[in-house]
């Protein structure tokens, strides 16, 4: 079975810093993999999604994301953080077979200091 | 437009009674899925149906009931609610035949007294 895994439960970035969030998944075939936000009291917003082809994908708000298949991996960067970024983000894998079925991390909540 | 909107936004019961949920997307997709967010914001999807047909069906206690009347709307039907319900849940759609991207609703926050 696919899983997901966010290393980090918290994060703690000074506005204007560079930002990594991790992600590791597990999954036997070429994943279909994405990155979503979530501000408080809100629904999840798609950042970005990798399907083929470029493995350095870019999402919307600055986000973009590198998929390394060496290291199963998929993290999340943004060069320069603004305070509006602080959210929980969660990452997430597909499966095809089993009817789109999107399996998430367990989330990183990303604080933001000004 | 809002693409993906559920009502209520708040739900507040007291256990064993029954509630229900809807969602209603106005994307055209053809499969919408609930997805149940715990007190740890863990995320794990409970049903999908595709054109009214359930695909998934996630080990959920059958007091959970979806009903699809039409590809647009998925609705959820809670009986005998309990403690341990409480949650958000999380409507989304997609297209069945390309990947997801999922388009979420912005959540209900169901709370059991």
């Known amino acids: 079975a696919q899983s997901v895994t966010q290393p980090d439960i918290h994060i703690t970035v000074s506005e204007g810093a560079s930002l990594e969030l991790r992600c590791n998944y597990s999954y036997g075939a070429t994943p279909y993999l994405f990155w979503y936000v979530q501000s408080p009291g809100q629904g999840l917003q798609l950042l970005l999604k990798?399907?083929?082809?470029?493995?350095l994908v870019q999402g919307i708000k600055g986000f973009e994301a590198e998929f390394k298949r060496s290291q199963s991996s998929f993290n999340l960067r943004k060069p320069s953080v603004h305070w509006s970024d602080a959210a929980e983000y969660f990452c997430?894998?597909?499966?095809?077979?089993?009817?789109?079925?999107?399996?998430f991390g367990a989330g990183t909540i990303l604080r933001v200091k000004s | 437009d809002t693409a993906v909107s559920q009502t209520p936004k708040y739900l507040v019961t007291q256990m064993g009674n029954d509630k229900s949920i809807k969602c209603e997307q106005n994307?055209?997709?053809?499969?919408m899925y609930w997805y149940k967010q715990d007190s740890k914001k863990f995320l794990k999807i409970m049903f999908s149906?595709?054109?009214?047909?359930?695909?998934i069906n996630e080990t959920v206690p059958n007091r959970f009931s979806p009903k699809s009347p039409d590809k647009a709307h998925l609705n959820l039907h809670i009986n005998s609610l309990e403690l341990g319900d409480s949650a958000v849940y999380f409507c989304?759609?997609?297209?069945?035949?390309?990947?997801?991207?999922?388009?979420f609703g912005n959540g209900t926050r169901l709370t059991v007294t």
């Open positions: 997430a894998v597909v499966q095809m077979e089993y009817g789109n079925k999107l399996v």
């Open positions: 994307l055209g997709h053809d499969t």
């Open positions: 989304a759609s997609s297209q069945r035949d390309r990947a997801p991207p999922l388009h």
């Open positions: 990798y399907f083929s082809g470029d493995t």
């Open positions: 149906y595709n054109n009214k047909e359930l695909i």
